[in-house]
């Protein structure tokens, strides 16, 4: 996984994380599971998933430091849990 934070020129803090898996359907899976999750209106945080090939990204933009963290430890433990049930049944069959 590859991570990085900065300050956008608006003064927000951005964060965005890419995680690599071993096929792109196994993270499209990954982006279905974790999608349903939005940020709570009013929270002062905007996140955006993608998937390109069998890469997922994450980008995260925040007002302050306390509501980025809390976003991205959220999601970094829905997303160990979804990489925890996909070892445990396997990989998924072809359709």
């Given amino acids: 996984m590859s991570e990085g934070e900065k ?3 608006a003064g927000k803090l ?3 994380l890419d995680v690599p898996f071993p096929s792109s359907r196994q993270a499209a899976i ?3 599971s974790l999608s349903p999750d ?3 209106r009013k929270c002062g945080v905007n996140k955006n998933l993608s998937v390109s090939g069998a890469m997922m990204s994450a980008r995260w933009s925040a007002d302050e430091a ?3 963290r809390v976003s991205v430890n959220s999601f970094l433990d829905h997303l ?3 990489l925890e049930t996909m070892e445990m049944f396997g990989p998924p069959v072809p359709l």
């Fill in 38 to 40: 939005k940020e709570p």
């Fill in 30 to 32: 990954a982006l279905r």
């Fill in 66 to 68: 306390r509501i980025l």
């Fill in 14 to 16: 951005e964060f965005s």
């Fill in 80 to 82: 160990k849990l979804v």
């Fill in 7 to 9: 300050r956008s020129d």
